[in-house]
């Protein structure tokens, strides 16, 4: 049986120690230290990489942890573009279409931890990748390379993967709960995502019936 | 606060932008090589088909992201 992990553990708290790159962010954006700025951007990138690491090492990966740095990827980044098209760096129309399709996708996210029952974030490879682009777009508004080229093709790959996560959220099957590491790695059969579809639903099964 | 000079501000970017999108256009075209040899054995399965769109989205960010370095640099 595995051990209950605490929410305030060392992943989460590097999730948490994110959030401390934006006031020094918003001064350098005032003070017109876009390079400083690009730096920041770039710290806050890197403890992204490491909060999963952290997690992993330590082995204290949680349903909620997963959330929260989803909820942190958007906020820091949401945050870093909509004060970029305050200070007039990046188009605000594009901007204010992908804060637009970011409260859709979180709106979808919400129905389906209710269909789901449980805290549990909707796993999308695309919007995985379109989060790690998301990251760049920040760093694009700084530095002045190429903003209306990579804002404008952002937003249109934004677009197709909320329409495509949208209908899988609001229709497919929600999946039983996630196996957790330690169940995982003690499983003869090997990584789950290596797994037949019934075989990860039967270890699934049999995780949640565990007490 | 100037740091580098501008020219080293460009040239960083062509080289983080450039270089982490030359990295996802192999990892994802590997990735979606995977994902679409899984997908041919469980068409069914939702998450097999979700990592094949995810791994040709990643492939196209990474073709996009290395045009866009290159046409906005050179």
Known sequence: MAAKVSNLNPANAVTASRFLTLPPFVWAIDGGHYQVATLLLLLCGVLDLFDGAVARLFKCQTAFGEVFDAIADGLCYGFAIVVLTAYGLVPWLAVTLIVILGVI???????????????????????????AYAAFLGGFGTL????????????????????????RMALDPVPPAKVTATEDERDPAGPAIDRPAERRDEVARTAEAAP | MNLVSHDGQMLFGLLMTGGVAAYWVAIDSVRLRRAVGAFRRERGDLAVRDRVFGSALGVVIGVVGVAGACIHYF
């Open chain 1, 105 to 131: 996708n979180a709106g979808f996210r919400w129905l389906y931890a209710r269909r789901a029952g449980r805290t549990t974030n909707y796993q999308s490879h695309a919007m995985e990748r379109l989060v």
């Open chain 1, 144 to 167: 002045g390379f190429g903003v209306d080229y990579f804002y404008w093709t952002f937003t249109g790959m934004l677009f197709v993967v909320v329409v495509h996560d949208a209908k």
